[in-house]
């Protein structure tokens, strides 16, 4: 009964969490309850959902990538000007999935085809686009007008049109991941490369293609964040590569490859991380404490990722019985 109790708080860790963290800022202040509140939580969690369902399939395959605050950065700041210059806002969303494409396609290729580890390649590129938005900006925050406000503002059929969209990215990463071949690719990968090229599979490319979706996501998240916003800041998109990490692998995905889900597990960690940084803003918490509280979910995320690892090996070691003489 223990063992199936802790098997099951393991397997739904970012839902026990939630509830947890629902009830404890609920408890300590009614204002968190308040619908206008809830449904600011939702509508602030898109930006960090679209960008974690990208990473979810990095993740899956045993990757990462430390770039995705700065891409959202330096997206949005082409999409800004490109505005501000009275050009369509759609042909500024063009631009800014272009400029996420080809820094995912810069990363991808040295990953991949260079077999430079993913973690200092990516960690080069946070600070190349930090760098080169902060250049093209001078380091100034960029007001857009209202035709980008008016996007970020819109309902459809009473819902906020960002969350249609983390809805959309959401749906489509869940519906690629549990439905195609290409999903099934992308599990095997992580659970056992080698494995997967000896069975012939295009390691390289399933590989190359999940890193252009997590940089396309976070194009996409970046562009979401100026149009709810309403401005291009300096530091738009700092540090939030480890709050999509940290959302992604709350809700059950392995840094270790090979597990993990978009639905419920990643929207659910990405909900959650937002839930607690909204509820610190309503107790008035000390902002100088939020980098703490912030590591302090990454470390869970981990411990937790680590322990299921244990008991999935634990499990694996139970299944192998001695061959019989």
Not at 141 to 146: G, I, T, V, W
């Amino acid at each position: 009964m223990k063992k199936r109790l802790k098997d099951l708080l393991l397997q739904h860790t970012s839902l026990v969490l939630f509830a947890l963290v629902f009830v404890i800022f609920g408890a300590l202040s009614p204002r968190f309850l308040a619908v206008g509140n809830l449904l600011n939580i939702l509508v602030q969690s898109s930006v960090l959902i679209v960008g974690a369902v990208g990473m979810t399939f990095v993740l899956l395959t045993a990757g990462i990538d430390l770039s995705v605050g700065s891409i959202m950065f330096v997206a949005a700041v082409p999409a800004g000007k490109l505005v501000l210059e009275g050009h369509s806002v759609w042909l500024a969303l063009l631009v800014a999935l272009l400029v996420s494409l080809v820094f995912g396609a810069i990363n991808a290729f040295i990953v991949v085809r260079l077999r430079v580890m993913a973690f200092v390649v990516t960690l080069a590129t946070l600070y190349i686009g930090r760098g080169f938005g902060l250049y093209v900006t001078q380091t100034r925050a960029m007001n857009l007008p209202e035709s980008m406000l008016a996007v970020g503002s819109a309902n459809i059929l009473g819902i906020p049109l960002v969350l249609w969209v983390a809805f959309a990215v959401a749906a489509s990463g869940h519906y690629v991941l549990s439905r195609t071949s290409f999903g099934r690719q992308v599990y095997a990968v992580g659970q056992d490369l080698e494995g997967a090229r000896k069975a012939g599979l295009p390691v390289d490319r399933i590989r190359f293609i999940t890193i252009m979706v997590c940089a396309l996501s976070a194009g996409i998240a970046g562009f979401v964040t100026i149009a709810r916003v309403g401005v291009v800041s300096p530091s738009m998109g700092n540090q939030r590569e480890l709050a999509i990490i940290a959302a992604a692998v709350l809700g059950g995905t392995s840094l270790f490859g090979g597990r993990g889900q978009v639905f419920p597990g990643t929207i659910v960690g990405a909900i959650l991380i937002q839930t607690v940084e909204t509820g610190l803003v309503i107790l008035n918490v000390n902002p100088y404490l939020y980098p703490l509280i912030t590591a302090g979910i990454i470390f869970a995320a981990v411990a937790i990722d680590s322990i299921r690892n244990l008991e999935v090996a634990k499990q694996a070691l139970r299944k192998i019985r001695p061959i019989s003489a």
